[in-house]
């Protein structure tokens, strides 16, 4: 969706209203897109540098292939995670009867409340200044690549 025009004027009775409610609906979805965005890329940061350490993975190619996130651009939400059956991913973080539960997501999002809190307050301070919001929204649809954070 492009840009919406910035305001609308309605003339009734010889008053004008000015309204541009559609820009700042969108500014806001599309900086609150931006944030998610950054807040994925942290975790998945995060999660690779535990999954590096783990045993026979600290050069292994796989795991950045085997986390991914998306940052939906209708649902407007954020989802990270590993691929399908990857036996590094999946496994290790539910644990099975001969696997331990190693909880790397989920370990890797609560150590980083902190740091979510302030990527996202980041972006959601541009609000107020339009020019500033303007700059760090972007709308394409977001996917981590294999091969990103090499």
């Known amino acids: ?7 609308t004027r309605v003339t009734r009775g010889g ?3 000015t309204s541009n409610v559609d820009r700042i609906k969108y500014t806001m979805v599309e900086l609150q897109r931006a944030a998610l965005r950054d807040t994925a890329k942290l975790i998945r ?3 690779i540098e535990k999954l590096k350490k783990l045993p026979g993975m600290k050069r292994s190619k796989r795991i950045y292939s085997s986390s991914q996130y998306w940052v ?3 649902e407007t939400d954020l989802q990270i995670g590993f691929k399908h059956d990857t036996w590094y991913g999946v496994l290790q973080e539910l644990g099975t009867k001969n696997q331990p539960r190693r909880d ?3 370990s890797s999002v609560f150590e980083n409340i902190d740091d979510i809190k302030r990527v996202q307050g980041a ?6 200044d339009e020019n500033r919001a303007l700059g760090l929204i972007s709308e394409e649809e977001y996917m ?3 091969g990103e954070d090499r």
């Open 1 to 7: 969706m492009p840009l919406p025009r910035s305001v």
């Open 15 to 17: 008053i004008t209203y």
């Open 45 to 47: 940061k995060r999660i």
């Open 72 to 74: 939906r651009r209708r």
């Open 104 to 106: 790397v997501l989920r």
């Open 123 to 128: 972006y959601l301070s541009a609000l107020s």
């Open 144 to 146: 981590s690549l294999e």
